[in-house]
């Protein structure tokens, strides 16, 4: 896979070009006889916006097969593991690394007695049984992210800690707020956008989230280092909370809203829709190295060129003076 070539054996696809050991600090990738092939890859990259989090935390996953579907399989520094698994009795019939909710146990090899469930995104069975606060989350990734920092966190197994950027703990997470109107002012305060002279008169307009990833790229093009270059990549590459996995949710809830109308065509259009998420998830694990690659990277030298002599510099006016004129004998 294109994002973990630096820690992937030479069998992997495109494995050509060689980036540093140093470019990424994800945990090792599995190394068995499938994690060559290209079935397995399609596979583990259809899990990225879940391997990739837990990999940023020193956290080695591997994916197994379990009742009905893959699981993602998390050994833990005590030998107890996790399981972060979809709906498996009965499986989702939703693309693999996409399904309806998540749950994610912990268990042990040799402690029979050790099964905790530390997660449970998936809808119940029965529809009389108590609802869990989780399955309102479905199969969001950030939430169960957060969830497995916290858990681990209290028990000590956590191998590094997650980054300042996570989300806050759910319980204290403040209520979404209803959206404001869709116009330039508003870019301006949410998204940093800003206001030129057209947009004086406060122009409504129906792509502001456009107009804010130009900003990012106007940005980009206006004379920056490399370190703000891939600060500007951070924004959008980011597997937890940059634009590209935030796209993907939005993706989904999209999908969601389309199965409510019970209609075939509402049912194709959230496959479809899902099918896109997955698409733009994999895009983010291929392109996951980018940030640290362009931080690394160090501006070509500037030509030598000597300093004019100030005997012989020309003198030029200077602007809005006028020209002193050459007085004569």
């Not at 540093?20 to 945990?27: G, T």
């Not at 290209?38 to 197994?64: D, K, V």
């Not at 399904?99 to 009389?128: C, F």
């Not at 199965?259 to 496959?271: H, I, N, P, R, V």
């Amino acid at each position: 896979m294109a994002a973990d070539r630096e820690n992937a054996p030479v069998t992997f696809h495109n494995a050509q070009h060689h980036y540093p050991a140093s470019a990424s600090p994800l945990a090792p990738l599995p190394d068995h006889r499938n994690a060559s092939t290209a079935w397995w890859q399609e596979l583990w990259s259809r899990h990225a916006h879940i391997t990739t989090p837990l990999r940023q935390r020193g956290l080695e996953c591997n994916l197994e097969f379990g009742l009905s579907a893959y699981v993602v399989h998390v050994p833990l520094p005590d030998d107890s593991y996790l399981i972060i698994s979809p709906p498996q009795e009965p499986p989702s019939s939703r693309p693999p690394g996409d399904p309806e909710g998540w749950s994610v146990t912990r268990q042990h090899p040799d402690d029979h007695a050790l099964y905790e469930i530390v997660y449970d995104s998936v809808p119940a069975d029965d529809p009389h049984a108590p609802a869990r606060p989780e399955v309102r989350n479905g199969g969001s990734a950030p939430f169960l992210i957060e969830a497995i920092d916290r858990r681990l966190s209290q028990l000590g197994l956590l191998p590094a800690p997650p980054s300042p950027t996570e989300l806050p703990p759910m319980s204290t997470a403040p209520p979404p707020r209803a959206p404001e109107p869709l116009n330039h002012a508003s870019v301006a305060r949410t998204a940093g956008v800003p206001l030129g002279p057209a947009a004086a008169a406060d122009r409504t307009t129906t792509y502001i989230y456009g107009d804010a990833l130009l900003a990012l790229t106007d940005q980009l093009n206006d004379n920056t280092t490399y370190a703000e270059a891939a600060a500007l990549l951070g924004q959008i590459l980011e597997p937890t909370h940059g634009l590209l996995e935030r796209l993907g949710e939005l993706l989904e809830a999209a999908g969601e809203k389309a199965k409510e109308a019970e209609e075939d065509d509402g049912f194709d259009l959230s496959y479809d829709l899902a099918d896109a998420a997955a698409e733009i998830r994999k895009l983010g694990e291929t392109l996951n190295v980018a940030e640290d690659r362009m931080r690394a990277l160090t501006a070509p030298p500037q030509p030598h060129r000597p300093p004019a002599s100030p005997a012989h510099a020309p003198r030029l006016p200077l602007p809005g003076l006028p020209t002193p004129h050459r007085h004569t004998r």
